[in-house]
C-alpha cells in the first residue's frame, strides 16, 4: 500500500484555510492543520476521513513547533494573514516574520512544494501596514524558498467572508451605509476558487516559482459592491460618501475600540484598485474558471433580508 502524502497547512482554522484543509483532504492527503488555538479548530476533523486531519498547535512565534508541524511533509501551504492588529507589530510578526520562517523551514526539510497565499496589492514599499508586511513576507518566502508559488487573492467572498456578512448585518440595524473611497475597484474571489489555486499550484509543474493574481469574473466599485448588497438584502438604505478627511478622524477612533471596525491602515488600502493587474498570471493560468459572485453570494445574504421582502428569481 502506498504511502499517503502529507499536507500542512498554517492558518488551516481561518477562511481561506479550511478550505485548502477540505481540498487537500479531498485529494488524499493526510494533512496536519497547524494553528495557534487547537480547540477552535476541531471543526475541521469531520471534513475528512478519521485520522486523516491532525491538528498541531504550531504559532509563528514558535520555531520548534513550526519545524515539527513542517518534517516530513510533502507540501506546506501558509494561508496566515490578518486585517488588523492586535498588538502593535503583528503584521510584521505574522505576515513577514512568520511567513520567513515557514519558507525557512520547509526549506531546510525538503519539502517538495510550499505555496504563500498572500495579496493584491503586496508591496514591500507600501504606506499600508498590511500591504507592505504582505510583501516583506513574499520576498522573503522567495529568498529562502525559490520554487515557492505565491497566491495574491483580491477580496475574498463565501459563506464565512468578513466582508458582505459585515456589510450585509450592518444593513440590517443601519439607517446609511458609509461609502469610503467610493471608486475604488474590487475584483471578488471565491474562496473554492482560491483553494482550488492551491491545488493547481501544487500539480502543476509550471506554477513553481510564479505568483498568481485571483480575481473574480466581476469587476466592482466599492460603492457599487454596497449597492449590490441592498439590492440583495431588499433593504432601503442611503449610500452616505464620507470623505476623506472625516474617514480618517473615525477610523483613529475606531481601531481604538474592540472589534476594530474601522483603521487608518485599511483607510490607506482603500485608495487603491485592488485588482488583477495586466497582465498577470491568474486563475485562467491554472485552468480555473472563476466564480462569479451571483452564484454564491446571495445565498448566504438571504440571512440579513428584511421580512416580507421578495427573493429574485
Not at 172 to 186: C, D, K, N, Q
Not at 201 to 228: H, K, N, S
Request: net charge positive.
Amino acid at each position: 500500500m502506498a504511502t499517503r502524502k502529507i499536507a500542512t497547512v498554517f492558518g488551516a482554522s481561518g477562511f481561506i484555510g479550511r478550505y485548502v484543509v477540505k481540498a487537500l483532504a479531498d485529494r488524499g492527503y493526510v494533512v496536519r492543520a497547524a494553528m495557534r488555538d487547537t480547540e477552535a479548530g476541531a471543526f475541521l476533523r469531520p471534513l475528512g476521513d478519521v485520522g486523516q486531519i491532525v491538528l498541531l498547535y504550531a504559532p509563528l512565534d514558535n520555531e520548534a513547533t513550526v519545524h515539527r508541524a513542517i518534517e516530513g511533509a510533502d507540501v506546506v501551504v501558509n494561508s496566515v494573514g490578518i486585517l488588523t492588529e492586535r498588538r502593535r507589530g503583528d503584521f510584521d510578526r505574522i505576515q513577514h516574520r512568520g511567513a520567513a520562517l515557514i519558507a525557512r523551514q520547509a526549506a531546510s526539510c525538503g519539502v517538495a512544494r510550499l505555496i504563500q497565499i498572500s495579496a493584491i496589492g503586496a508591496d514591500p514599499a507600501s504606506a499600508s501596514q498590511y500591504a507592505r508586511s504582505k510583501g516583506e513576507g513574499e520576498a522573503a518566502v522567495r529568498a529562502a524558498f525559490p520554487t515557492a508559488t505565491i497566491l495574491r487573492p483580491s477580496i475574498v467572498f463565501g459563506v464565512e467572508d468578513q466582508f458582505f456578512n459585515r456589510f450585509g448585518a450592518m444593513a440590517t440595524m443601519s439607517p446609511a451605509l458609509p461609502v469610503i473611497e467610493g471608486a475604488t475597484r474590487f475584483q471578488p474571489v471565491y474562496v473554492g476558487d482560491v483553494a482550488a489555486a492551491v491545488i493547481a499550484a501544487i500539480e502543476l509543474p509550471e506554477a513553481a516559482g510564479q505568483i498568481y493574481e485571483l480575481g473574480g469574473p466581476d469587476v466592482e466599485t466599492f460603492r457599487g459592491l454596497m449597492q449590490y448588497i441592498l439590492n440583495e438584502t431588499g433593504r432601503h438604505r442611503a449610500l452616505i460618501a464620507v470623505p476623506r478627511w472625516l474617514a480618517t478622524i473615525q477610523a483613529g477612533v475606531l481601531e481604538r475600540l474592540p472589534g476594530r471596525l474601522l483603521t487608518r491602515d485599511q483607510l490607506l488600502l482603500l485608495r487603491r484598485d485592488n485588482v488583477v493587474s495586466d497582465p498577470a498570471h491568474d486563475l485562467a493560468s491554472l485552468g480555473i474558471t472563476p466564480t462569479p459572485i451571483r452564484l454564491i453570494v446571495p445565498d448566504y445574504l438571504r440571512r440579513y433580508r428584511q421580512a416580507g421582502a421578495l427573493q429574485k428569481a
